[in-house]
């Protein structure tokens, strides 16, 4: 029998206001199936472990577990046989693009190409628009796409976008995903301005394959689309990223690090709460996936509400 899921909390930031109804994101790596099988190569995780016939029931438990409003996924492999149609029958709408060139094309036995997909409650949101990005470093296309959604909430009209991405991996690709970042934030700055409505605010959730050390963290940061991290609000400090959100051991070595992250408008959101990391202990020895997590990235979950704008104030 398998063990249990770990048990994670939310950590309330704020006390939510009360006519203003909260939406929850959710971002999360969810390891395509054929690379989790066929190239990652975790050392430590059986291979009956990464079954996908009960692995995707792993990963969906973990999304109703949370039941988001928004679910920003990466390294989907399986959209179209399973999480498309599932998350449907659950209510929500979805789009899906995949990597041009997938490296789960490599693998025997694949099931197509692996790609980033967003997800929504369809009756709490409408969607007005929809945009497929490849984005470019030096002016030049790469392999990695990004997926952006204009909705609009059904309950306070409010309008906002919603960006999933999954940034070029590996160490020696930092000047690459600094590239990478730029471009992205300058096609949603093209996007946003393109909006009906002003100051349209915008999530941005993603594997960015880079620590915060890394420059792409920092344009982020300090872009001039005023972003800000949510999980910053759970250290002390309020300016620190968990110690890790993807922890795994290959033929190379143990890898522990912090590379996913849900980017919030700070003058359109604020955090109520937000999902708290597993301890080491809950991850166990053998790391991630195991045969109690279904990925080698642990999901992030985030409260929001919006920032009420004076006009709109009753
Ligand atoms: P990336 O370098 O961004 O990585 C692809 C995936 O590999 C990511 O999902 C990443 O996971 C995972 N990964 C990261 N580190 C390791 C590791 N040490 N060992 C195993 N997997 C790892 O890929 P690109 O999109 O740039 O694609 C490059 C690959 O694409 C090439 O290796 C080649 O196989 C393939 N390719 C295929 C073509 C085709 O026509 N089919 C053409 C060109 C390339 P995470 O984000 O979780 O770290
Ligand atoms: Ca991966």
Not at 199 to 209: E, I, R, Y
Request: aromatic content about 10%; overall charge negative.
């Amino acid at each position: 029998m398998r063990p249990p899921r770990p048990h994670r909390d939310f950590v309330r930031t704020r006390a939510s206001a009360k006519h203003n109804p909260q939406i929850r994101v959710m971002q999360w790596n969810i390891l395509a199936q054929a690379l989790g099988e066929g190239k990652d190569g975790f050392v430590r995780c059986p291979m009956e472990a990464l079954n996908w016939a009960e692995r995707k029931y792993l990963i969906l438990e973990e999304i109703l577990t949370y039941r988001p409003d928004i679910v920003c996924l990466q390294e989907v492999d399986h959209y179209y046989d399973t999480f498309q149609p599932v998350m449907s029958s659950l209510g929500y709408q979805s789009s899906f693009c995949p990597k041009p060139c997938s490296p789960c094309l490599d693998v025997c036995g694949n099931n197509g190409p692996d790609g980033c997909a967003v997800f929504f409650n369809r009756e709490r949101f409408r969607l007005l628009d929809i945009h497929h990005l490849c984005l470019t470093a030096v002016a030049l296309k790469t392999n990695q796409v990004a997926v952006v959604a204009t909705l609009q909430c059904q309950v306070t009209g409010r309008v906002f976008c919603v960006a999933v991405t999954h940034l070029k991996a590996r160490s020696g690709w930092e000047t690459f995903r600094g590239a990478q970042g730029a471009n992205l934030l300058q096609q949603l700055k093209g996007i946003l301005s393109a909006q009906q409505e002003e100051a349209v605010p915008l999530f941005v959730c993603g594997d960015f394959n880079a620590e915060p050390s890394e420059e792409v963290y920092r344009s982020f940061l300090n872009s001039p689309l005023g972003l800000d991290s949510a999980y910053r609000t759970l250290s002390a400090d309020g300016s620190s990223e968990p110690p890790y959100t993807t922890w795994k051991i290959r033929p190379s070595g143990e890898s522990r690090s912090t590379l996913d992250y849900v980017w919030y408008s700070r003058h359109g959101f604020s955090v109520d709460a937000v999902l708290s990391m597993p301890s080491e202990e809950q991850i166990g020895p053998d790391r991630l996936p195991s045969y109690h997590y279904p990925s080698d990235h642990l999901s992030l979950v985030c409260d929001f509400s919006f920032i009420q704008e004076p006009h709109r104030l009753m």
